[in-house]
């Protein structure tokens, strides 16, 4: 058996094919993990959804924020986009069955001394305190208050974790780090707008994973999110964004014997 961690697919289902036929998954014996992202911008996020979905107890799959922006709009609220490219599950006839399988993933996995997250965990947090965080928030939205949770759920603000926060800010700040975060500052002050390579990364800022003292090294983190990052690893983290949607690669990372699987992906059209 071996388990293949899978980089930001955002819709393109033949990549994810083409990688999993180059390492010969076997769906019977083999596990997949998704970083998250499984839909927006890209050709096929219905094919991608019901590929996932299908696999069962065969796949773990963390929620990124294209997910919970396929989630807010099956609800109704917040706004599409110019960009946007899952109309194709809005219209979808198990349109309401993908959704309610989506809005209950996790937006953190823990299995042995690998920890599965899309974005980022905030430097203050340990593994376990992230954990627990991450199943209060949850929790929340797969609730009869789910409605109540993602009208609030966007926004930027509080920008830094603190203890005593509560409420619908509590989970923000949660949601905002495990599906946003890419540079704080080394009090875990959150920034959103940079999206570029790390030598760009705005005065007073650093990559979250670089922040000295932080907790959460006690395992080694998994994540997407950030392509300009591209597939890169450490001793205690695995970024896994290659950059499928922008036509650079997908990327598999066996966690058996820590090796990186990649195959070309298409140009977008835009």
């Keep these: 058996m071996a388990t293949y961690v899978i980089g930001d697919l955002q819709g393109c289902l033949d990549p994810l094919q083409r990688l999993l036929d180059k390492v010969n998954f076997d769906s019977s014996e083999d596990r997949l993990w998704f970083v998250g992202d499984l839909v927006n911008r890209g050709p096929d996020s219905l094919g991608v959804l019901r590929f996932v979905r299908d696999l069962g107890t065969r796949a773990v799959c963390v929620l990124g924020n294209h997910d919970l922006h396929l989630v807010v709009a099956a609800a109704g609220f917040g706004r599409m986009h110019r960009e946007d490219t899952f109309q194709d599950v809005l219209e979808a006839p198990d349109r309401d069955a993908l959704v309610e399988w989506l809005r209950h993933r996790p937006l953190f996995h823990v299995e042995g001394p690998w920890a599965l997250v899309h974005a980022g965990v905030l430097p203050q947090w340990t593994i376990e305190q992230a954990a627990a965080l991450a199943r209060e928030t949850e929790a929340l939205l797969q609730s009869d208050r789910s409605d109540e949770f993602l009208r609030t759920m966007y926004g930027n603000h509080p920008d830094h974790w603190d203890d005593t926060l509560t409420g619908w800010d509590r989970a923000r ?8 975060l890419r540079v704080c500052t080394s009090a875990g002050t959150m920034e959103f707008r940079h999206k570029g390579p790390v030598s760009k990364t705005p005065s007073g800022f650093m990559p979250w994973f670089d922040v000295p ?4 090294r006690t395992h080694t983190i998994l994540f997407g999110h950030w392509s300009a990052l591209g597939f890169s690893r450490s001793r205690d983290y695995v970024a896994l964004d290659s950059g499928c949607l922008w036509g650079r690669q997908l990327t598999a990372w066996r966690l058996e014997d820590e090796t990186a699987f990649q195959i070309a992906c ?5």
């Design 173 to 180: 700040v949660v949601v905002n780090a495990m599906t946003r």
């Design 213 to 216: 003292d932080r907790l959460s």
């Design 266 to 270: 298409p140009a977008r059209a835009d």
